[in-house]
């Protein structure tokens, strides 16, 4: 069952997206070489407490951090450790979530460590750009699928315009989000139009597209958390929760 949120309850969940678009623009500032993630994960739940929220992730079915912090080949899931310190060149995906009054707020961003080979930049934009193809997808009337089409459509024009074949993750996507952080219904970062659910106002939906600069195969670390590409290319992420309204998508983790 799709949760439908009123006006006042899609306020609530904008109100818990500010938390969390607050702490990822001070993470992203002090993301950094000599940073270690633990030091982020600090920082992000800090700001998430001091806010009056509780972060999402810590305790969610046993993960021990604020967020997760995913470097280079770690795709998502990546747990902040205090020996893991950024140096320069490396890429970051920091997702992070919050919860206050009961609504959830959930978004990543990818971050350079100083200055990143000119190819993750190219696969961090093409991410990014797929991100909001498939918000401004979220309107109602459409179908799921129409949304991750839109994010591989987006997809393709990058590879063509940037000479790459990105790898785009299966495994992983976006999903429902609202009174708990994963519902139904689950998105694909790729598909054909015209299938699944038919988008209504007052859904939520986080879009997270996934890109590598290789394979889409990932596996699991044995930490049971960390997700890597198998063929140890770079991967990006970026997310944004997105409620669907009567005049267009309102991006509730956006930036005030």
Known sequence: MIEIKSRGELEAMRAAGLVVARALDLLTKAVKPGVSTAELDELAEQ?????????????YHDYPASICSSVNEQVVHGIPAADQVLAEGDLISIDCGAILDGWHGDAAVTVAAGEIRP??????EATRTALYA??????????????SHAIEQSIL??????????????????????????????????????????????????????????????????????VVTVDKSRAAHWEHSVAI????????????
């Open 134 to 147: 498939g918000v401004e997808a979220l309107v109602v009337g459409a179908k799921l699928s129409d949304v």
């Open 157 to 226: 024009r990058s590879a063509k315009a940037d000479g790459v074949k990105y790898g785009i993750i299966r495994d992983y996507g976006g999903h429902g989000i609202g009174t708990e952080m994963h519902m139904e219904p689950y998105l694909s970062n790729y598909g054909k139009p015209g299938k699944g659910p038919r988008l209504v106002e007052g859904m939520a939906i986080a879009v997270e597209p996934m890109l590598t600069l290789g394979d889409h195969r990932t596996d699991e670390l044995d930490d049971g958390w960390t």
């Open 47 to 59: 700001t998430i407490r001091d806010a009056g929220a509780v972060p999402s992730f810590k305790g």
């Open 119 to 124: 190819e993750d930049k190219l696969l961090s």
């Open 245 to 256: 309204t009567a005049d267009g998508p309102w991006i509730l983790t956006a930036p005030e």
